[in-house]
């Protein structure tokens, strides 16, 4: 009899041994996953705990705004997006300035026109404007609503009159329009506004457009216009290049080399032409072809050597 009392306590005292071992392992485990960067809290608990170790990171703050909003907890999200505006610290300027954007994002989704511009209005005095101008741009282009993207474009190219991004923006908006030949009257408005400076940058953006959404011929007299005024931007001749390869127009771009390599260039400008146009006949050429290219290099060389 004593025996099996011995037997039965001693397999209760394993037993107590491995349930207490079994709640240490499940808390252990509770710990861990609090700790794991990659893991989404699941409960507001965990979430307090979470903004608690990391009160500056707008990924938590706005993983808890998301948290209610799944609830449709409209105001609790609008609550803890205030609590995270108050509470990152003024020096993480970008931190803050994400969770302004999630804001936004909350009453263009869940609010009114009025309380998605009184939010805008907030941020823009305490934010970069143009940068706060232009998320809410994206808002708009997202939305879908052209009459009211348009109205907006109007007020930014007012406000932000010199910005080539802008009105590079504006431009890419009317090629993707109804009217996409509209966007080349926006260009000539753009040139008028924006400094002589950024000219070249504008046209070659917007050329760059015109392949991919409108018309690569009109993208095309657009870049020709470009190398033509600033031949010995060999970024841009290669851009070009690229932009014919893209559409499909390889003889188009084995021509442009061909022009490129009579320009007076540098040695480092030739190599990288050279290297550009026996690229171009690897993927598109024949050994002869390759074998020309080589021997065209070498003379090169040869010719402008000191």
Not at 116 to 140: R, T
Not at 144 to 158: I, M, S, Y
Request: glycine letters at 4%; aromatic letters at 8%; proline letters at 2%.
């Amino acid at each position: 009899m004593d025996e099996d009392d011995g037997k039965s306590k001693s397999r209760e005292k394993r037993r107590k041994k491995k349930e207490k071992e079994q709640k240490e392992q499940e808390l252990r485990e509770k710990e861990e996953a609090l700790l794991d960067p990659e893991k989404v809290p699941e409960t507001a608990e965990e979430f307090e705990r979470m903004v608690l170790s990391s009160p500056s990171s707008s990924y938590v703050w706005i993983k808890y705004m998301a948290f209610f909003l799944e609830m449709t907890e409209i105001d609790k999200a609008r609550e803890i997006a205030d609590r995270a505006l108050k509470t990152i610290s003024f020096r993480e300027e970008q931190e803050k300035f994400n969770v302004w954007v999630a804001r936004l994002n909350l009453e263009n989704l869940y609010g009114t026109r009025e309380s998605l511009m009184s939010v805008f209005e907030q941020a823009c005095k305490l934010n970069d404007s143009k940068k706060m101008h232009m998320q809410l741009l994206g808002i708009f282009e997202r939305g879908g609503d052209a009459q009211v993207t348009e109205q907006f474009f109007k007020t930014l190219t007012r406000k932000f009159r010199k910005s080539c991004k802008v009105w590079l923006r504006y431009c890419t908006f009317k090629l993707r329009g109804a009217h996409p030949e509209a966007a080349g009257r926006m260009l000539e408005r753009a040139l008028e506004a924006i400094p002589k400076r950024k000219h070249v940058k504008l046209i070659h953006k917007f050329a760059t457009m015109e392949y991919k959404l409108g018309s690569a011929e009109r993208g095309r007299t657009l870049m020709e216009g470009v190398v033509v005024s600033s031949p010995k931007r060999i970024d841009l001749w290669s851009v070009f290049v690229d932009l014919e390869l893209k559409s499909g127009h390889v003889e188009a771009a084995r021509q442009l080399l061909e022009r490129a390599i009579t320009l007076k260039l540098k040695g480092r400008q030739a190599k990288f032409l050279f290297k550009k146009m026996l690229e171009l006949e690897k993927t598109h050429g024949d050994a002869e072809r390759v074998a020309e290219v080589k021997r065209k290099a070498r003379e090169w060389v040869e010719s402008n050597a000191e």
